[in-house]
C-alpha cells in the first residue's frame, strides 16, 4: 500500500505543474486552453531529445519549458487573429480554436523534435540524478517526493508572486472583466499571450520531469492532459474550497495529488488502466454540472 | 496622471455595416468642442448617437471619417486601450466596471496604474493602499474597511461607486459617463449622481455625461446638448440652461423629432 501511495503522491506533484497551468488558464484567464495535449509531451520531447544528444539534464529541461511557454504564446497569437472583435470576450469558439490548431501542429512538431515516436532515457543521466548529487541523498521514491514537494512549494510562490504584481493583477483582471481592464489602459491581447506562455511553460516542466521519471518520451503521452487538469483544479477547490488566489493555487496543488491517488486506488480496486480517460472525463462533466443542475433544481 | 483636456470632434462620422442593407449612419460629421474642465450633459432618444459618440472618442471603434482631438493631440487612430489611458469611463451596468472576483484593493490599485505601463512591482502597495483609504472614506460607505473583500460582495450601488472611484482616482484627461445611474435605484441614483458632481467639480474634470434624465441633464453640469440622428440639434450653456424646463426639452425633442419625421415622408412620396 505505501508503495501506492507514494507513486501517486509523486504522480500528484509531478503532474502538479501541469494543474497549476491549466487553473492560470481556465480559472485565471477564463481561456479553456487545449494547447496543454500539445504542451506537455513538448516538453517531454525537447527535454528527451536534449539529453540523449549529451546536454545537460538542467539545460533540456529549461529548454522544454521555454518550449511551452512558445506554445501558448502561439495560441494567444492565434487567438489574435481568429477572434472577430475586441467586445466578444465571453466568445470562447475562437478561443478553442486557438488552442486546438496549436494543439495539432504540436504533434507533427514533437514527432519532428523527438525523431520518432518514443525516445527511451535508459542509461543516462536525468534531472534528479542530478538533484540527487547535488543534494548528495540517494533519489528513493520518498526521497523523490520530498524533492517534488519542495519544488512545487517553490512554483506555487512564484506564481503567486507574480499574479500580485501590476502585470499579474491585469492577468487576473483580463479574466474577470476584460472590458474593465481595457478600459483601464491595458492591452489585453499582451496579458493573454504572456498568461498562456506562462501556463503552458508550466505544463511543459510537468512534461519535461514525467519523461524524466518514467524514463521515456513518447509522442501520445499528453492525450486527456486538459481533462486531467480539470480534474485536479476542480478537486481541489472543492475539497480545499478557497476564497484568495493563493490558497487556490495550493489547493490545486492538492487536487492533483487526490486525482492521482484516485486513479491509484481505482487501478487497485481493478479498473482496466484503459477505461480512466473516460472515468476522469465523467468525473469532471459531473463536477462542472453541479452547480448548473443545483440552479435548476432550486429554480423548481 | 494626466490634466484635463480639451476635447473636440471634427467632422466625426461614423457609419455602421456601410454599403449593405443594414448600413445605419450613427454620426453625421459632428462637430464638437468641449473646453478642458468643461462638463457637459448629452440627452437624445435611443439611436439619437450618443452613445455611439462616447464610445468613438473612447475607441471601442474607429470613426469613418474625421477626427477626434484630446488636449490638441489626434487620438482618431490610437488602439481602445491606448487611449484608455487618457480617459476614464463609467459604464451604465454596475457590473462592467468593476472585476468581481478581485478585491477592493486590487480593483482600485488596477485604476491607479491607468497611466502607467505596469511591471513586477507589487500591485496593492502600502503607498496605494493609504491612497485607496482616504479615497474610499469619501465615499461614505464604510467601503475603506473592507479592502481585502471581493468586488462582488457588493451592492449595486457600492459597485458603481467604486467604478466611479476607478474612473476617476488616476485624474483622466476626460471622463466618459455613460447613463451610469440608469441601472440603480432612484435613491442610490441620487447619491452617485451627487458623488459625481463631487469628484467633477472638485477635480475639474472635462466629463461628457449622456442620460435618458433631462431634469438630471438640466441640473447638473455647464452644458447641455441634444442629439437627434446623429447630429447635435441643441447646445446650451450655462446661462442658457437656466430657464430651460423639461417641458421645453420634451417640445424641443417633439420638434426635431417631428422634422425628421416629414423628412421621412416626404422621401415616401
Avoid at chain 1, 509531451?41 to 539545460?59: E, K, N, R
Avoid at chain 2, 474625421?66 to 476614464?88: F, Q, W
Amino acid at each position: 500500500m505505501s508503495t501506492v501511495i507514494t507513486s501517486a503522491l509523486g504522480q500528484g506533484l509531478l503532474y502538479s505543474f501541469m494543474v497549476l497551468g491549466v487553473f492560470i488558464t481556465f480559472r485565471v484567464l477564463d481561456f479553456p486552453d487545449l494547447t496543454v495535449d500539445g504542451s506537455l509531451p513538448l516538453g517531454a520531447a525537447v527535454t528527451a531529445t536534449l539529453i540523449v544528444h549529451g546536454q545537460s539534464p538542467w539545460l533540456a529541461t529549461l529548454v522544454g519549458v521555454a518550449g511551452g511557454i512558445g506554445a501558448g504564446m502561439v495560441t494567444g497569437v492565434l487567438h489574435i487573429l481568429l477572434k472577430t472583435g475586441q467586445s466578444d470576450t465571453n466568445n470562447y469558439g475562437p478561443k478553442l480554436l486557438a488552442g486546438i490548431l496549436t494543439m495539432t501542429g504540436l504533434y507533427t512538431v514533437n514527432l519532428r523534435v523527438m525523431g520518432r515516436s518514443n525516445i527511451p532515457l535508459l542509461g543516462v543521466q536525468v534531472v534528479f540524478d542530478k538533484i540527487g548529487h547535488l543534494l548528495s541523498i540517494l533519489i528513493t521514491p520518498w526521497t523523490l517526493v520530498a524533492v517534488l514537494a519542495v519544488l512545487a512549494i517553490i512554483v506555487t510562490f512564484l506564481l503567486d508572486w507574480f499574479l500580485h504584481t501590476e502585470f499579474g493583477l491585469c492577468m487576473q483582471a483580463t479574466g474577470d472583466n476584460e472590458q474593465m481592464i481595457r478600459a483601464l489602459g491595458t492591452n489585453t491581447d499582451l496579458t493573454r499571450v504572456i498568461g498562456l506562455g506562462v501556463a503552458n511553460g508550466l505544463v511543459a516542466l510537468s512534461g519535461a520531469l514525467v519523461a524524466q521519471q518514467q524514463g521515456f518520451a513518447d509522442v501520445g503521452m499528453g492525450i486527456g492532459t486538459i481533462v486531467a487538469g480539470l480534474a485536479g483544479v476542480i478537486i481541489g477547490e472543492v475539497v480545499f474550497g478557497a476564497k484568495t488566489i493563493t490558497w487556490l493555487l495550493f489547493s490545486v496543488i492538492g487536487g492533483s495529488i487526490i486525482y492521482r491517488l484516485l486513479i491509484a486506488v481505482s487501478l487497485r480496486v481493478g479498473v482496466n488502466p484503459t477505461d480512466l480517460k473516460l472515468l476522469t472525463a465523467v468525473l469532471v462533466v459531473v463536477a462542472l454540472s453541479v452547480p448548473t443542475v443545483r440552479r435548476k433544481v432550486v429554480r423548481v | 496622471m494626466s490634466a484635463p483636456a480639451t476635447l473636440e470632434l471634427r467632422a466625426a462620422r461614423k457609419v455602421f455595416f456601410p454599403n449593405t442593407v443594414n448600413e445605419v449612419v450613427a454620426l453625421r460629421e459632428i462637430d464638437l468642442e468641449v473646453p478642458a474642465g468643461q462638463f457637459v450633459t448629452v440627452i437624445g432618444s435611443n439611436g439619437s448617437g450618443k452613445s455611439t459618440m462616447l464610445n468613438a472618442i473612447a475607441g471601442t471603434f474607429r470613426l469613418s471619417s474625421g477626427h477626434v482631438l484630446l488636449g490638441g493631440r489626434d487620438i482618431s487612430k490610437r488602439p481602445e486601450h491606448v487611449r484608455s489611458r487618457l480617459i476614464g469611463r463609467v459604464f451604465q451596468d454596475p457590473r462592467a466596471g468593476t472585476a468581481p472576483s478581485m478585491t477592493i484593493e486590487e480593483n482600485l490599485a488596477l485604476a491607479l496604474m491607468r497611466s502607467t505601463r505596469s511591471g513586477l512591482r507589487r500591485g496593492v502597495s502600502n503607498r496605494r493602499r493609504e491612497l485607496m483609504r482616504v479615497q474610499l472614506s469619501r465615499l461614505g460607505m464604510g467601503l475603506e474597511d473592507r479592502l481585502r473583500a471581493q468586488v462582488l460582495k457588493l451592492s449595486g450601488g457600492q459597485r458603481q461607486a467604486m467604478s466611479l472611484l476607478m474612473a476617476t482616482i488616476a485624474e483622466p484627461g476626460l471622463l466618459l459617463l455613460d447613463e451610469h445611474t440608469a441601472a440603480l435605484d432612484p435613491k442610490v441614483a441620487g447619491t452617485i449622481m451627487d458623488l459625481t458632481e463631487a469628484i467633477v467639480s472638485e477635480r475639474a474634470l472635462t466629463t461628457l455625461m449622456v442620460t435618458h434624465n433631462m431634469e438630471i441633464a438640466l441640473r447638473h453640469g455647464d452644458r447641455l446638448i441634444m442629439m437627434h440622428a446623429g447630429r447635435v440639434v441643441l447646445d446650451l450653456d450655462r446661462e442658457e440652461k437656466r430657464g430651460v424646463t423639461v417641458a421645453d426639452l420634451v417640445a424641443k425633442f417633439h420638434e426635431v423629432a417631428g422634422e425628421a419625421l416629414a423628412v421621412d415622408r416626404m422621401l415616401l412620396d
